[in-house]
T-cell receptor, first 108, second 114 residues
Framework: DAKTTQPPSMDCAEGRAANLPCNHS???????VYWYRQIHSQGPQYIIH???NNETNEMASLIITEDRKSSTLILPHATLRDTAVYYC?????????FGAGTTVTVRA | KAGVTQTPRYLIKTRGQQVTLSCSPI?????VSWYQQTPGQGLQFLFE???????NKGNFPGRFSGRQFSNSRSEMNVSTLELGDSALYLC?????????????FGPGTRLTVL
């Protein structure tokens, strides 16, 4: 799997949009970008994924650059319950591998 | 639709014992993957089962084994427990129409080896 780079931490104000960047400059053409989050000691929660096009679901939006070398996860209206570690991963086969992720703290 | 369930949620064992963890996938999902998560090593792939067959295996010793039943439920067994086996054990289920299909995780089993 290609490697990803994420900032170690970021803060966000409650009610504001949170924009989480991810670099995946070595991504291959058939690899997907996936985002998961993990709240302390719980199982990772799937958020969203994409291949080339931007995607949106009830939780978030995913913006993938045209060259696919980076992406941004957007939480449109962050709440305190969105405080978690967010993992950006690139998947081309059967197994997942998380890096250190971005610790997002949403403040009231 | 119910999510992935894992039992037990917490377990305390001593060195040398063995343990069996259980995972029930999302209804209709035929693939179950197991992962070990520790603060030092992060998320590590153990193995994947599909239609009762182990399809893929990670780099873990033979003390770690698993199986899958005809209803897609899966169990993972660790024998001769070591202190380093203390971890959060996660299972994830997927439709697995293709390898990159979304994997949905259960809440995990927190294993502590004393």
């Amino acid at each position: 799997d290609a490697k990803t780079t994420q900032p170690p931490s970021m803060d966000c104000a409650e009610g504001r949009a949170a924009n989480l960047p991810c670099n995946h400059s070595t991504i291959s053409g058939n690899e997907y970008v996936y985002w998961y989050r993990q709240i302390h000691s719980q199982g990772p929660q799937y958020i969203i994924h994409g291949l080339k096009n931007n995607e949106t679901n009830e939780m978030a939006s995913l913006i993938i650059t045209e060259d696919r070398k980076s992406s941004t996860l957007i939480l449109p209206h962050a709440t305190l319950r969105d405080t978690a570690v967010y993992y950006c991963i690139v998947i081309g086969d059967y197994k997942l591998s998380f890096g250190a992720g971005t610790t997002v703290t949403v403040r009231a | 639709k119910a999510g992935v369930t894992q039992t037990p949620r917490y377990l305390i064992k001593t060195r040398g014992q063995q343990v069996t963890l259980s995972c029930s996938p999302i209804s209709g999902h035929r693939s179950v993957s197991w992962y070990q998560q520790t603060p030092g090593q992060g998320l590590q792939f153990l193995f994947e089962y599909f239609s009762e067959t182990q399809r893929n295996k990670g780099n873990f010793p033979g003390r770690f084994s698993g199986r899958q039943f005809s209803n897609s439920r899966s169990e993972m067994n660790v024998s001769t427990l070591e202190l380093g086996d203390s971890a959060l054990y996660l299972c994830a289920s997927s439709l697995k129409i293709q390898d990159t299909d979304t994997q949905y995780f259960g809440p995990g089993t927190r294993l502590t080896v004393l």
